[in-house]
């Protein structure tokens, strides 16, 4: 039954924050499946491990601050330098990325849940229960010691008894399980919960680089719990997988790890590029210059970070042809880097720059984003990395890279959403200090590393004689790194400060141009009370770039029939059915915690416990917790039957149609993962116009209808969106109504409708069409 | 134990023992080294060119900015800009990653495949030092020295790489890059010094407790100066003809030290640790840890576990006088 609800705003908003509200008390802090609540709590606990890594960097520079210093045992630095890679790595840098992307992804897509709220709960509780397994070590004594990478055979029980590589081993594979889990729900999200009309070619560039760390995450991360659960094989049972002495060999370790290490590092990067790419249009005042390109630079950054692997281990004596291939597609993938720092650099340009905190962090991660580059192609020539591999240049390389690429940005991001998170700014004074205490105390603390590492100083050593040059280098790394430090106080101060009296900051201080400004802030539990049709990248500049057709946020669907949001086509858009979504619950923690016991029963060699620990996992179905995380996603209402409320335009049956729904009746909704890699970026009406004509299928109607039901023909939707060429000439008719053959001379942007053509109805109230709402989901964007 | 103070200064005295700079890109002993740091400077070069480039057209593009009246204001479009994108992060970078790439293949070709070696040296790879096996020219006999390798100048020297327990990597920085010594593989790399001198180097790849004192020193002297210290070295130790020296024998080979080392010409022959029949020669102890003196030799038989903690070498409690016969004794491997 369609509601058309009156156009007044609180009683929609009071019932659907009845549906969508946390309770309070105890259930709800444990049970929340809120990705807002979620994602929080992913960037504090991300920070935090921040702060635990930074202070095991500390104590590390100064044992190093100058030759022969006695402050640590070798035991104890072999343990810090391990746990501040393991931590920096896996539990700071990939997880704060996705505390940003859980919180703001449905804000982003204009949806009121991610895909897999539960699963979300899930991966958070594994992932700061596996922090906690790791740490469990500390109190031990037993830390992992053998280096974040863990060459066999150094870590084989041979050479490393006692608990350290096992707790190295098991937290690694307990980890992968909340980002697999993290992964795979970023990619159903995006590819089935956008906002209708929000097609894959106007998602903002960091849900690109998100999209892509998570699809390689799902491809890199099984190498890592190979090698891990190898590893463990070898040093519980006795199997000799890294054993030379018994028909094994350490390389594979090598390989195994670092076909998951190195793409791992671009999926700790694409996504803060990403937020990058988003910033700069805010405080440049212009859209990002190059989307197309810094979009497929992002995606071909991913796939050819699977390419470059072997030039870790150049020095191992492989081959030299296999390893010239490694050394070609490690300086090939420079290209898309490079693409992405002249798109930003001609925004800039082309722009007015705002010096506000967050664009001032951004500029800064241009600077050391190509410092970083730059040495790193120049391990990428062979030779040339005989001497730099495995010295503090490679320190230098690195740290530019993740610091520069990856704290940069989450400290540009911080500074950009803190208003959206908490309705308070962060003080700009404060970060203006924060910014330059950072910058210069980073540059004074890292470029001085590959000084000592042209001076011959190797990684990983805790101590080391004066009088080779390397005395005084250290000695500013040093201070640089407490300078470094220092700055990231000032963050902790400006939060705490800001947090409790900082200035109110409204819905878009920033006037920025993505959906998640049009929410409240801090946004409501259900984030929009009506979900918007999306007509643009930029939806809340569509009126100042004059565009043709404008995203309205007063009109759209209300879905306020309890938790419910919209699922739309992978591609296109374009809304299909009802997506049903799971409340609370506590069975995504308890299924954590069960994997927690789990695993220590796999570390304290307790099978039973272990066992009873790990089967909760396929168990869980049967208890339930699996069913409401995995299966209760689908719809409970075939699309057609239940007609989502919705202010003004037809009711969404109109909008899906029959066939359509019948299509997806109690079926998985089809998610063609090779269609993202279609090349749909383009509006086809930047192709010639004798190829416009030639996607439109023979015979079709000279006006298409844009009704959705009349563009899924025969086969349906899903047979339809596998043959590439049906969006196509779906699309191409779309110019060529106005611009082709239509009689009207008349643009689309001057309001003329063709008179064959149904209005579309998104934009529409109360069934009147809007001028603007002729132009359909495809269009040219910049 | 020994005061951290005292060993802390052990430590700065061991400095002079480890050799000389180890800057690969300033002055290189020898051909490998040599084309690494010419190529090295290009590469660096045009790193610094284009950090320098990007940086000014960065500024450039914020300053340029500075009279508008008011930054920000209303969104607009001004342009595309794809021309940034096309030359500046398409073609330029192409053509400098095309000819770097191209040229560093040459190097590759250059560096990769051994010359034809007279010197022939197997290193072996032990948590923390370092064995080396020469084949004397007659081709089969070996001689066995540890931790500090002599190599005539001027001439290529091949060494075989293969390691006994876990991943070192063998790397004198101003002779050559690194390459992995790996257990179950056999990896070879080649090493030339031009100019006689000592030239220091130390494990690169991350292999325990002691990475960071896992020194190995390489001693280029003239052809002769070579071949005489070959043929020392071939030879087994003398016998001490008595006093504490001849007391001192009969300490290393009651005590536990017979069972770890070898010393030739007696019934020493433990394979555990370096070979010392040459000991009182060598420059330096404890794989380049501490220089080879009266003073450090004491110190380190007396508590390996202070001066190098983790080190195979355990600590043997020997009386006094037991000590100085064996002090006596290792001084007069000559």
């Known amino acids: 039954m369609a509601v058309t609800v009156a156009p007044t705003t609180d009683a929609p908003r009071g019932r659907l924050e009845r549906i969508w509200a946390t309770e309070p008390g105890l259930f709800g802090i444990l049970g929340t499946v809120d990705h807002k609540t979620i994602g929080k709590r992913y960037l504090v606990t991300a920070l935090f491990f921040m702060v635990i890594g930074g202070i095991e960097a500390l104590v590390m520079r100064v044992q190093l601050a100058q030759g022969g210093e006695r402050l640590l045992t070798p035991e104890q630095y072999n343990q810090l330098f391990t746990m501040h890679g393991v931590t920096m790595i896996f539990f700071y840098a990939q997880p704060v990325l996705s505390g940003f992307s859980n919180f703001l992804w449905p804000l982003l897509m204009g949806s009121r849940d991610m895909a897999f709220p539960r699963l979300n709960a899930f991966s958070y509780w594994v992932y700061l229960l596996a922090g906690l397994f790791l740490y469990m070590s500390l109190p031990l004594g037993q830390m992992p010691d053998r280096g974040w990478f863990a060459y066999a055979p150094l870590t084989e029980r041979t050479f490393a008894p006692g608990l350290n590589m096992d707790f190295y081993a098991l937290a690694l594979v307990f980890l992968t399980i909340s980002t697999t889990a993290g992964a795979a729900n970023f990619i159903v999200s995006l590819m089935k919960l956008r906002a209708p009309g929000m097609s894959i070619n106007r998602i903002p560039i960091m849900m690109w680089g998100t999209l892509t760390a998570s699809a390689a995450s799902l491809v890199a991360l099984p190498a890592l719990t190979v090698a891990c659960t190898l590893l463990y094989l070898d040093r519980r049972f006795g199997t000799h997988f890294y054993d030379a002495g018994r028909g094994g060999h350490p390389i594979l370790w090598q390989h195994l790890f670092w076909m998951f290490g190195h793409p791992w590092v671009y999926i700790i990067v694409l996504p803060a590029m990403g937020i990058i790419s988003d910033l700069l249009p805010v405080f440049c005042r ?97 030779p040339l990395d005989w001497q730099l591999t495995d010295t503090y240049f490679v320190v230098g390389h690195l740290h530019y890279v ?81 300078c470094f430090a220092a700055g990231v106080l000032l963050l902790a101060v400006n939060v705490w400060r800001s947090y409790r009296s900082g200035e109110v900051a409204g819905d878009n201080p920033w006037d920025a141009p993505t959906l998640e400004w049009a ?19 930029h939806p809340l500049w569509d009126r100042q770039l004059e565009e043709t057709a404008v995203t309205r946020l007063d009109e759209g669907l209300l879905l306020d029939q309890g938790r419910e949001t919209v699922g739309t086509t992978p591609l296109d858009g374009l809304p299909e059915q009802v997506l049903r979504m799971p409340g609370d619950s506590l069975w995504p923690l ?58 003004g335009g037809p009711p969404l049956h109109r909008m899906v149609g029959p066939r359509h729904a019948a299509r997806h009746r109690g079926r998985a909704l089809p998610l063609p993962p090779l269609q993202l890699f279609l090349p749909r970026l383009h ?24 009704a959705p039901q009349q563009r899924h023909l025969p086969g349906g939707p899903s047979a339809a969106s596998r043959r590439g060429r049906r969006t196509a000439s779906a699309l191409a008719s779309s110019p060529r109504c106005c611009s082709a053959r239509c009689s009207s001379p008349s643009s689309s942007a001057s309001g003329h409708r063709c008179p064959s053509r149904p209005a579309p109805m998104p934009t529409a109230r109360s069934g009147t069409p809007s001028p603007a709402s002729t132009r359909r989901t495809w269009r040219r964007d910049s | 134990m020994i005061p951290a103070r005292r060993l802390g200064l052990l430590l700065l005295v061991a400095a002079p023992g480890c050799a000389g700079p180890r800057n690969y890109l300033g002055a290189t002993g020898g051909p490998i080294a040599g084309k690494l740091a010419g190529f090295g400077w290009v590469v660096l070069g045009v790193a610094l060119a284009v950090v320098v480039a990007v940086t000014g057209l960065l500024v450039a593009a914020i300053a340029r900015h500075r009279h508008e009246p008011e ?35 040459g190097l590759l070709e250059q560096l990769a495949a051994a010359p034809r070696a007279r010197v022939t040296i197997r290193l072996t790879s032990h948590r923390w030092w370092w064995d080396a096996t020469y084949l004397a020219q007659d081709g089969r006999t070996l001689i066995p020295t540890a931790n500090v390798l002599h190599i005539p100048a001027g001439e290529p020297v091949r060494l075989e790489l293969e390691t006994a327990d876990v991943i070192h990597s063998f ?99 433990g394979r555990v640790g370096p070979d010392l029949t040459h000991l009182a020669r060598r420059p330096t102890l404890a794989a380049g840890l501490l220089a080879n003196s009266p003073a450090n030799l004491a110190t380190w038989i007396a508590a390996p576990q202070a001066v190098k903690p983790g080190a195979q070498m355990p600590h043997v409690p020997l009386p006094a006088d037991e000590l100085q016969a064996l002090l006596a004794y290792l001084q007069s491997l000559q």
């Open chain 1, 402 to 482: 993740l610091i520069g690429i990856n704290v940069f940005p989450v400290m540009a991001g911080a500074y950009f959403w803190f208003p959206k998170m908490t309705g308070r700014l962060l003080s700009e004074r404060l970060g203006r200090w924060q910014f330059w205490v950072m910058f210069v105390g980073f540059n004074l603390g890292f470029f001085p590393m590959h000084i000592a590492g042209l001076l011959g100083m190797p990684r990983r050593i805790y101590t080391y004689p004066a009088g080779l040059g390397w005395d005084t280098v250290n000695l500013v790394t040093t201070i640089g790194a407490f």
């Open chain 2, 171 to 269: 790397w004198i920085p101003a002779l050559a890059g690194k390459t992995d010594l790996v257990p179950g593989q056999h990896n070879a790399t080649w090493i030339q010094a031009d100019t006689p001198g000592t030239y220091g180097g130390q494990c690169g790849e991350y292999c325990g407790q002691q990475h960071a004192n896992m020194m190995l020193t390489v001693i280029a002297e003239p052809r002769a100066e070579y071949e005489r210290w070959l043929a020392a070295e071939a030879a087994p130790a003398v016998e001490p003809a008595g006093g504490a020296a001849a007391e001192g024998a009969a300490v290393f080979a009651g005590r536990a030290c017979a069972g770890c080392h070898t010393i030739r010409g007696t019934m020493a022959r």
């Open chain 1, 519 to 537: 929410t409240r802030s801090p946004p409501a539990s259900y984030n929009f009370p009506l979900i918007p049709w999306v007509e643009s990248r």
């Open chain 1, 286 to 382: 212009l859209p990002l210059v190059g989307y197309t390109y810094v979009a497929l630079a992002t995606v071909s950054t991913g796939i050819i970070g699977f390419g470059v692997w072997v030039h870790h281990i150049f020095a191992a004596g492989l081959p030299p042809v296999s390893m010239s291939y490694f050394s070609a597609a490690s300086l090939v993938i420079t290209i898309p880097s490079a693409i992405a720092v002249f798109a930003w650099l001609a925004t800039i340009w082309l722009g007015r720059p705002e010096m506000k905190t967050p664009f001032l962090f951004a500029a800064g991660f241009i600077v050391l984003f190509v410092m970083g580059g730059v040495t790193g192609v120049a391990t990428a020539f062979i």
């Open chain 1, 590 to 647: 308890a299924l954590a915690a069960s994997l927690f016991v789990g695993f220590t029963g796999f570390l304290a060699g307790a099978w039973w416990v272990a066992g009873r620990g790990s089967c909760s996992l396929p168990r869980a179905p049967s208890a339930g917790s699996g069913r409401r995380i995995a299966a209760r996603r689908w719809p409970h209402d075939r699309p057609g039957m239940r007609t989502p409320a919705r202010r």
């Open chain 1, 683 to 706: 509006d086809p009406r930047r192709l010639p116009r004798r190829r416009r004509h030639a996607l439109a299928p023979p015979g079709a109607p000279q006006h298409p209808a844009p």
């Open chain 2, 71 to 105: 930054a920000g204001g209303e969104p607009r479009r001004r342009g595309r800009g794809l021309g940034w994108i096309h030359w500046g992060g398409m073609i330029i970078p192409t053509v400098i990653l095309v000819l770097l790439f191209f040229q560093s293949l």
